[in-house]
């Protein structure tokens, strides 16, 4: 029962960090915001409510190793094919800007090369679970400043491994070294080379056998000993826990468990993960702020500013426009988690001093309560747009210029913003009608790839008058913008009522409350997925429900008078006779007219197949073809398929009139 004292500090840290983040929860202040609060509030350095050290420890080294090995479960190939570029590029210059700058500023301040490349390390890395929440909640995952933020945070993911590996090395030095470097690389190598060639199929085997249970808490215990074995087995070989939990994340991604799997750890991760974040909270010492506030709050500023610009800076050489560059290093100016398992790693193997690691992560933590609250607000905030301009002119990142050019658009076209799904589908409607079309897209590889196969599509920010003015705006009979960004439609609809006042302008957004916002920025027609989407499942849930039609219509009108009115016929899927729960007593049978056949020659009519036996005549398939509109005197023929509809007693009696000409309803029908 030894153990029993340590669940104290765990139910402390629980307690409080629901109530902290539940009540900055309604002051609008993102969740791990208030759970870095509670942390620091509970840690020694607040309350002293807890105060083990090696309780914070444990739980920020169980909540490291399961976020690792949840990127890992979730790094598949097909999904990085999509965002390559972003990935490939966007992160790298990223990583490397931030590192070369850090190392430079960091020896013009006197500190040795193997810290500054530290520091440089640190500083690198952004929060992944920080920036994909905030994103996520605002439906910004799949915005042009979403994909090149996601692209930077994977290739950072990526880039946690060899700096583990390195940091240790850094505290030698000569050719020891580089022989270090070499031995941990190949180590590394070694490692993944074994557990993506062998781990795949013994994880398919043990996974295999664990289904077979049907036990799902057998296979939640198979996934998390999976990920704390391969953890332990590359700590044994002198390698992180971090690169094990991730390598086991792999592994299992490619095998038809990895959505079960990710699934049933979720909410695990999300628990541990809260916890890391209460954690790192404790971390924050208000005393080391009022001991040395200049390094703290340059430390801060070098994040949220520093770091901030070398990200915009990135995202701008990739050729994308201010706005988006400006919102994705706002996305990506913060500490990271994986910044604090470097900084503890530094101080182990003694190249940063006890103080300088706690002003760091003093620093850190404060940047990673302040981006969600900036990542709110920078949308908002165009002044970082404008002062990015003349940067902007002189990378020549807006290319709609010279691309317009090339159409010589006459008058009557239609502007389109975006080309995803429903771009595509508006574009493609368009050609088939003769009316001609442009499209402006940001993300470049979607710009190339419509290039290629001759679309009219242009890489431009539509929010900006001077790109409207290049698309010849004025001309045009219609704008429609599909983008997921709400506040940049609601710019680029204020823009270009700004250039062109009596264009009509069409927006597709995603919730019915952003409504009034667009329409005084100048939209005419808004259309809302939140309310589109929730009448279509209306109507097919009344409907598989039994609802009868006119019902149904009414409930769709009210709806539609609250919300928004359509110009489009209502209509309604038509059930199969099957799907009507009323009609489950009725059976539907079917009758092969044949030469010696009672029905050979005949009709219905003269049958008195409705009348003398109940069953009701519904369709005929004749050569192949089916007939549902049926004539009373049409004569069967051999070879007529017949179907009819009625209860057992009345199939069983018209079977036997359409065969033999007479009732006998002694004899079992067919169910």
């Known amino acids: 029962m030894s153990t029993i004292p340590s669940l104290g500090p765990l139910a402390l840290i629980l307690l409080v960090g629901v109530a902290v983040a539940a009540l900055l929860g309604r002051l609008r202040i993102p969740a791990a915001a208030g759970l870095l609060a509670a942390g620091a509030l509970v840690g020694p350095h607040g309350l002293g409510l807890v105060t083990r050290p090696e309780t914070i420890d444990a739980l920020a080294e169980v909540g490291v190793v399961l976020l690792l090995f949840t990127i890992g479960l979730e790094f598949s190939i097909e999904r990085l094919k999509v965002i390559a570029r972003q990935v490939i590029l966007g992160g790298s210059l990223q990583v490397g800007l931030t590192i070369a700058g850090v190392v430079l500023t960091a020896r013009a301040l006197g500190e040795p090369m193997q810290r500054a490349i530290l520091y440089g390390f640190i500083f690198a890395q952004s929060s992944t679970a920080i920036v994909l929440r905030g994103l996520?909640?605002?439906?910004?995952?799949?915005?042009?400043?979403?994909?090149?933020?996601?692209g930077a945070l994977i290739f950072q993911d990526l880039c946690v491994v060899p700096m583990v590996l390195l940091v240790p090395v850094l505290a030698g030095s000569g050719e020891g070294a580089a022989q270090g470097i070499l031995l941990a690389l190949g180590?590394?190598?070694l490692l993944v080379a074994v557990t993506v060639g062998f781990g795949r199929a013994l994880a398919r085997r043990l996974f295999s056998w664990v289904d077979a249970t049907r036990s799902r808490e057998i296979f939640l215990l198979a996934v998390v000993g999976v990920c704390i074995g391969t953890a332990w087995l590359t700590s044994l070989m002198g390698l992180s826990l971090a690169l094990g939990a991730f390598l086991a994340g792999m592994v299992l991604a490619d095998s038809d468990y990895a959505h079960r799997a990710l699934t049933d750890v979720l909410p695990l991760r999300d628990a541990l993960t809260s916890l890391f974040f209460m954690s790192l909270g404790m971390l924050f010492d208000v005393q080391v702020i009022?001991?040395?506030?200049?390094?703290?709050?340059?430390l801060l500023l070098g994040l949220l500013v520093g770091k901030g610009f070398v990200?915009?800076?990135?995202?701008?050489?990739?050729?994308?426009?201010?706005?988006?560059?400006?919102?994705?290093?706002?996305?990506?100016?913060?500490?990271?988690?994986f910044g604090f398992v470097l900084a503890k790693l530094g101080e182990g193997v003694g190249l940063l001093k006890d103080s300088d690691s706690a002003a760091l992560l003093s620093a850190g933590v404060l940047s990673?309560?302040?981006?969600?609250?900036?990542?709110?607000?920078?949308?908002?905030?165009?002044?970082?747009?404008?002062?990015?301009?003349?940067?902007?002119?002189?990378?020549?990142?807006?290319?709609?210029?010279?691309?317009?050019?090339?159409q010589s658009l006459a008058q009557g076209h239609v502007v389109i913003v975006g080309y995803g799904l429903s771009g595509k589908l508006l574009a493609r409607a368009l050609a088939a009608c003769g009316v001609r079309y442009l499209v402006l897209e940001l993300n470049a590889e979607s710009v190339r790839r419509a290039h290629a196969g001759g679309e009219p599509v242009y890489y431009g920010d539509a929010t900006s008058p001077e790109v409207l003015a290049h698309v010849r705006l004025e001309h045009a009979q219609a704008l429609v913008l599909m983008i997921n960004d709400a506040e940049a439609a609601r710019r680029t609809v204020a823009a270009a009522r700004s250039s062109a006042p009596s264009v009509p302008i069409f927006v597709r957004t995603r919730y019915l409350n952003e409504q009034a916002a667009?329409?005084?920025?100048?939209?005419?027609?808004?259309?809302?997925?939140?309310l589109e989407a929730g009448l279509e499942m209306m109507a097919r849930v009344l409907r598989r429900a039994g609802v009868p039609r006119n019902l149904i219509v009414a409930q769709l009108r009210q709806a539609r008078e609250n919300t928004q009115e359509t110009e489009r016929r209502l209509t309604l899927p038509r059930p199969r006779l099957g799907e009507l729960a009323e009609l489950t007593d009725l059976k539907i049978e079917s009758f092969l007219v044949e030469e010696k056949s009672h029905a050979n020659g005949r009709n219905a009519v003269e049958?008195?197949?409705?009348?003398?036996?109940?069953?009701?005549?519904?369709?005929?398939?004749?050569?192949?073809?089916?007939?549902n509109e049926l004539a009373p005197t049409m004569a069967f023929e051999a070879g007529d398929t017949l179907f009819l509809v009625g209860s057992g007693e009345s199939l069983r009696?018209?079977?036997?009139?359409?065969?033999?000409?007479?009732?006998?309803?002694?004899?079992?029908?067919?169910?």
């Open 607 to 627: 049958l008195r197949l409705r009348s003398r036996t109940g069953a009701l005549l519904v369709a005929l398939r004749r050569k192949g073809a089916l007939l």
């Open 136 to 150: 996520a909640e605002r439906g910004e995952v799949d915005a042009p400043h979403g994909r090149i933020t996601v």
């Open 518 to 530: 667009l329409i005084k920025a100048g939209a005419d027609v808004a259309v809302f997925e939140e």
């Open 187 to 189: 180590k590394a190598t």
């Open 290 to 298: 009022a001991s040395r506030p200049q390094l703290v709050f340059s």
């Open 311 to 337: 990200a915009t800076l990135s995202a701008l050489a990739m050729r994308f426009p201010s706005r988006v560059a400006w919102l994705a290093g706002v996305s990506l100016a913060q500490f990271s988690e």
């Open 368 to 406: 990673m309560f302040l981006t969600p609250m900036a990542m709110r607000l920078a949308p908002r905030f165009t002044a970082g747009e404008r002062l990015l301009r003349p940067l902007e002119r002189l990378l020549r990142v807006s290319g709609v210029e010279d691309a317009v050019k090339e």
């Open 653 to 671: 009696a018209g079977l036997d009139l359409l065969e033999r000409g007479e009732e006998r309803p002694g004899e079992p029908a067919t169910s």
